[in-house]
């Protein structure tokens, strides 16, 4: 199929819900990606948070190989190995629980207020935040706070109501007696890598413990070692009653996960809850190997390395730049917010060859595989400094 074609097919057959950018990729290794013309990329924004392993990482790459030729797919009222161990993996390094398997992030936040609704006997209030991000699906949207992604799909799903983040007297002042739930990021991703302060959130885990309400934290795009801990609430010095993960859980493959502390995981039972494609086979093995792979290859250390080499090099920029308002992030997840639109930066440094995002109009966005190496970084920094000279 010619360029041409392709574009016309989305054109003419896909449905326009996505901003695109004219460019077919065919090839990814690592932090690179190729187009249709081989040319090379450098990815500092790979999957949209997925790919923090960077593009087909040789372990995953393998165990889908060693699981599609015996068993692509059986049913959940069944059991099958990968799922199993995937699950006590998931465990074992975070806390005691059980899991709920499901495809993606927003099926996980949904899961997380059907969850929280059939604990709540009753109390159905959700509390979530300005600026936050659970997902598309209804109730999903309902919990996120920012109305351009609202607006014309009203009415919603009633029993969310949304606070300022990181204001304790807000949240305070929200709580009734139906609240049943506080549920937010630890960075807020897609709202402009706004971290939540660390006195925040143990007042949140004191106040849900004196209430008997449900934590949820949303890990989507914080967790899988994104922020230099495998999950980000390990920075805080908390655990939370309900944890969601999807993005680079999978390595590339779709996943959803629902992570509910072991006293309550009984609430949904049979019939209560279900996911006809939730912890196959083949994406519980990518999973296990990508879970395995940043603890051999000591990823995690490595990511706090780069971590601190990669906010060193934005900080010379930020002193040289006066477009740089703040830079700000944890780990590998580092938003450089500006003083002015951040879109034709993107677009400037994707004609010099780096994969960049820009949320919240004005914060660029970079999110490295956590194997990132500091030449690569040098790379990216280099165009980052040209195309700011530039403009
Ligand atoms: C924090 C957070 N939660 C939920 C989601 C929704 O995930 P998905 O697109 O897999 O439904 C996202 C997606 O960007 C996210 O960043």
């Given at each position: 199929m010619k360029k041409e074609e392709v574009f016309e097919n989305y054109r003419d057959?896909?449905?326009?819900?996505y901003t695109k950018v004219p460019l077919i990729f065919t090839k990814g290794k690592g932090s690179r990606l190729w187009d249709i013309h081989n040319k090379a990329y450098l990815d500092f924004f790979p999957g949209w948070g997925v790919g923090n392993l960077g593009h087909c990482h040789p372990k995953v790459v393998q165990a889908v190989r060693d699981q599609i030729g015996k068993l692509i797919f059986i049913p959940n009222n069944y059991y099958h190995l990968p799922q199993a161990k995937l699950a006590k993996e998931i465990i074992y390094w975070s806390y005691p629980a059980k899991v709920f398997f499901c495809n993606s992030g927003a099926e996980a936040s949904e899961g997380a207020v059907k969850l929280a609704r059939k604990f709540g006997k009753g109390r159905y209030e959700i509390i979530t935040f300005e600026n936050s991000f659970h997902g598309r699906t209804l109730a999903a949207l309902a919990a996120t706070g920012q109305k351009k992604y609202q607006s014309?799909?009203?009415?919603l799903p009633e029993g969310f109501k949304t606070v300022a983040f990181n204001d304790i007297t807000a949240v305070k002042n929200a709580i009734t007696d139906k609240t049943v739930a506080i549920m937010l990021e630890l960075i807020q991703g897609e709202g402009g890598i706004n971290v939540a302060a660390k006195d925040f959130v143990l007042e949140l885990r004191k106040i849900c413990d004196q209430k008997n309400l449900l934590l949820i934290v949303d890990e989507v795009q914080t967790g899988i070692g994104r922020t230099g801990k495998l999950f980000c609430y390990q920075h805080y010095g908390i655990t939370p009653d309900v944890m969601t993960l999807a993005k680079a859980l999978g390595g590339g493959l779709p996943i959803g996960v629902m992570v509910v502390k072991?006293?309550?995981?009984?609430?949904?039972?049979?019939?209560?809850h279900a996911s006809t494609?939730?912890?196959?086979l083949v994406i519980c093995k990518a999973a296990s190997a990508v879970l395995k792979a940043i603890q051999k290859e000591k990823l995690l250390t490595h990511a706090q390395k780069m971590s601190a080499y990669l906010f060193a090099g934005l900080n010379v920029l930020k002193e040289k730049f006066a477009i740089i308002k703040e830079v700000r992030g944890l780990g590998l997840m580092a938003g450089v917010e500006l003083n002015i639109e951040g879109k034709a930066i993107v677009e400037k440094c994707l004609e010099k060859g780096l994969l960049i995002n820009c949320t919240h109009d004005k914060v660029l966005r970079l999110m490295p595989a956590l194997n990132i190496t500091s030449k690569e970084i040098d790379k990216a920094l280099t165009i980052l400094e040209a195309v700011m000279k530039g403009s």
């Open positions: 057959y896909i449905m326009p819900t014309g799909f009203e009415p072991k006293e309550i995981a009984d609430t949904l039972g049979p019939g209560m494609f939730g912890g196959g």
